[in-house]
């Protein structure tokens, strides 16, 4: 028996779909296309005008953004040369970009997941008045009080890939007239998440900075969610100099630092036990060099070329 193959021949311009597929399949491009151009024309002008508005309100201080940039495609949002003044006019904080890219795992997680997060050039300026009073004091008082009232349980969040760069932090002690800076101010982070099977992997955080011209360096590994807090921190300082700590030694010292310089290569673990009562443990070693003490006429009180100590937590 022979059969015979059919074969239909497509019209030139045919698709072979139907029109109401055609039909629904122009209306699905054209949603996208119209999300696509919301997200890249339209949303960054009204989020731009909204960031301003709701931090300015929030903060009871002028902000003000140069630039947001919204894509859809990668879900991710920039924004670009954030500025809050202070209340002389000055800018009190701020930063030079904000990249945050979201994850599409956040509704198969319900939780809060972001594949990345990098700042770059953020700046703090904070000038104390006196009294242990700050010019953010307000700021701080509002947020500690916000956070005493809140009694919801810790949310579901995965933090990843978190860069700072190039930040700048000046504290104005007017007071005691000294002013301190940290310079070239590096921190990352490539994890911080509250979600079951992850709480038991360590959270290993890298801090640099030129603190009042000494370099400082913080690398450790953590558990903050877990219930041993099982955690370590290295500590690098470099050449400290001590004789910025006199404005803040007390009057009835009868001796004034004129001069020393600090470095350390310590190292501190914490560990929380059953009975929840926590084992600390400090290594390492500290270094005091050219350390100068006067008597308050100016006379020479006590020299020291060099000071070393060596700590074992076994001893």
């Known amino acids: 028996m022979r059969h015979k193959l059919r074969t239909r021949l497509l ?32 949303a960054p002008t009204l989020a731009k005008s ?19 940039s919204i894509s ?25 970009q904000l990249d945050v890219n979201f994850s599409a795992l956040s509704i198969a997680q319900a939780a ?11 700046r703090i300026a904070v000038t104390h008045l006196g ?26 969040f995965s933090l990843n890939n978190i860069q700072i760069s190039g930040g700048q932090f000046v504290l104005d002690d007017r ?16 994890f911080i998440s509250s979600l079951p099977g992850k709480m038991d992997m360590f959270v290993q955080p890298a801090f640099s900075a030129v603190v009042d011209g000494a370099k400082v360096t913080l690398r450790g590994q953590a558990k903050p969610f877990a219930a041993s807090h099982a955690s370590s921190l290295e500590l690098q300082l470099q050449n400290l100099d001590l004789s910025g700590l006199q404005p803040y030694m007390p009057a009835s010292v009868p001796v004034h630092l004129k001069a020393g310089q600090l470095a350390t290569a310590l190292k501190l ?26 008597e308050a006429s100016g006379a020479p009180w006590l020299a020291l070329d060099r000071l070393e100590l060596a700590l074992d937590p076994t001893d």
């Open 50 to 68: 909204f960031l301003s508005e709701q931090l300015t309100r929030v903060l009871g201080r002028e902000v003000s953004i140069d630039k947001v």
């Open 131 to 156: 009294d242990g009073r700050f010019d953010v004091s307000d700021l701080l008082d509002s947020w500690l009080t916000d956070s005493g009232k809140s009694t919801s349980s810790l949310p579901r």
């Open 11 to 42: 019209q030139p311009g045919s698709t072979g779909f139907t029109p109401r597929v055609r039909t629904l399949a122009a209306w699905l491009v054209a949603v996208w296309l119209a999300l696509v151009a919301f997200g890249g024309l339209l």
């Open 269 to 294: 673990d914490l560990t929380r036990n059953a009975d929840a009562s926590p084992t600390i443990g400090l290594s390492g070693t500290a270094q005091l060099s050219g350390l100068a003490l006067t």
């Open 175 to 190: 007071p005691k007239g000294v002013r301190h800076t940290a310079e070239s101010v590096n921190f990352s982070l490539p």
């Open 72 to 96: 859809p495609l990668s879900l991710s949002t920039r924004i670009d040369g954030l500025s809050v003044k202070d209340r002389a006019g000055g800018e009190q904080m701020g930063f030079g």
């Open 112 to 122: 809060i997941v972001i594949d990345g997060i990098r700042l770059q050039s953020p």
